[in-house]
Nanobody, 121 residues
Framework: EVQLVESGGGLVQAGGSLRLSCAAS????????IGWFRQAPGKEREPISC????????YYADSVKGRFTMSSDIAKNSVYLQMNNLKPEDTGVYYC??????????????WGQGTQVTVSS
């Protein structure tokens, strides 16, 4: 059973930083796509940053390039999202998702419970 547990969200002022963590278990370590996704109020969930075991590149949404950095610790089966220079428009629920890389870098079939990030102006 795939389990994803996010942590690290919170309330921060614009310009501040947060670091999200996702602890993953039960997924296929030989072939996976894993990423961070955001669902802003009233909007659909969108990919923010994704990696896979089959590609060396990292995807970043245009809105977060230069501010967010995704990293991974394979030994801990964990991925992280360092978010700097946060803006009010970064507010939303952040989800960790994992899927089959054959369907794309940001493929996700399993989701964590999400962690709320609120950026005040």
């Amino acid at each position: 059973e795939v389990q994803l547990v996010e942590s690290g969200g919170g309330l921060v002022q614009a310009g501040g930083s947060l670091r999200l963590s996702c602890a993953a278990s039960g997924f296929n370590s030989n072939g996976y796509a894993i990423g961070w996704f955001r669902q802003a109020p009233g909007k659909e969930r969108e990919p923010i940053s994704c990696i896979s075991s089959t590609e060396s590149s990292t995807y970043y949404a245009d809105s977060v390039k230069g501010r967010f950095t995704m990293s991974s610790d394979i030994a801990k089966n964990s991925v992280y999202l360092q978010m700097n220079n946060l803006k009010p428009e970064d507010t939303g629920v952040y989800y960790c998702g994992v899927g089959n890389p054959a369907y794309g870098l940001c493929s996700a079939d399993y989701w964590g419970q999400g962690t709320q990030v609120t950026v005040s102006s």
